[in-house]
């Protein structure tokens, strides 16, 4: 049984095998960031501070598509799906930022929702053909193909990096802090 954190976050499990500490964690993470971005306006979703060009809102779409990029298409070599399949990325390498403060929230949410439902999906699929040493299907630019152990490592690193930006967003939108 998960316990929950003031904050309805799932709690990592302290005595878990490998692969429940790291999913664990991935999920804190991924939920933290969801508190960060609960109850928002469209305005408050394209808020940035200074000179940075960050907004929540171009945050959320990231991460939908870095958990796709991850998960999907490096992992198990499936191609991009909508919206990511039709981006001229060399045009635009930032679009998954920019073209987020076009969208409406309840639309990047529901965007970030599916990938990391698909994102699950996918580890699930990967544990039963080959465990956490297994490789994935296709190597990023670099080369080599890091295996899942390594992927899942990232993406709590990822979604830890930019909990930090959300942080400073959200307390810059209505002074909401914590953690």
Avoid at 12 to 30: H, I, K, N
Avoid at 48 to 59: D, F, Q, Y
Avoid at 66 to 89: G, H, I, M, N, Y
Avoid at 132 to 140: G, N
Wanted: aromatic share 8%; glycine share 6%; hydrophobic share 35%.
């Amino acid at each position: 049984m998960t316990d929950f954190d003031e904050h309805g976050r799932p709690e990592p499990p302290e005595a878990g095998d490998e692969l429940e500490t790291l999913t664990g964690f991935l999920d804190y993470q991924r939920s933290t960031f969801a508190w960060k971005c609960s109850n928002l306006s469209a305005d408050d979703l394209t808020t940035k501070i200074g000179s940075s060009s960050m907004t929540l809102g171009g945050m959320i779409k990231h991460l939908a598509l870095v958990e796709d990029w991850w998960f999907s298409q490096c992992l198990r070599d499936r191609q991009p799906q909508a919206p990511w399949k039709d981006v001229d990325w060399e045009l635009d390498p930032d679009w998954d930022w920019i073209s987020a403060a076009s969208d409406a929230p309840e639309q990047i949410l529901e965007l970030w929702a599916s990938s990391t439902a698909q994102s699950r999906l996918m580890v699930e699929e990967a544990m039963l053909e080959g465990g956490l040493d297994q490789r994935a299907r296709r190597a990023p630019s670099k080369g080599q193909s890091p295996s899942l152990r390594w992927i899942l490592c990232h993406m709590i690193e990822e979604y830890a990096r930019h909990n930090g930006h959300a942080d400073l967003l959200r307390e810059s939108i209505d002074g909401s802090t914590g953690e």
